[in-house]
């Protein structure tokens, strides 16, 4: 399903994004390795199912919102 997630750990939102497979998605980041999203440790995962066309004013909201780690820019 298509739609925004987010990933945190117990101090912080890490990483906020959006996707047409959140299922595929987050299975990827799983897989991931030496990436400054796996050096925060997620250990929370949250979602939202939205229409596409809905996606991007939804992660900017929630990107302003949460203020994650990893969606800051230079990081």
Not at 58 to 73: D, G, H, I, M, Y
């Amino acid at each position: 399903m298509p739609g925004v997630y987010g990933l945190s750990n117990a101090r912080e939102w890490i990483f906020v994004g959006v996707t047409d497979d959140i299922r595929a998605t987050l299975l990827g980041h799983l897989q991931e390795s030496n990436t400054t999203l796996k050096s925060r440790a997620p250990t929370g995962f949250t979602f939202e199912i939205c229409h596409p066309s809905q996606g991007a004013v939804r992660l900017s909201r929630l990107v302003t919102e949460l203020a994650p780690f990893c969606n800051r820019r230079g990081v």
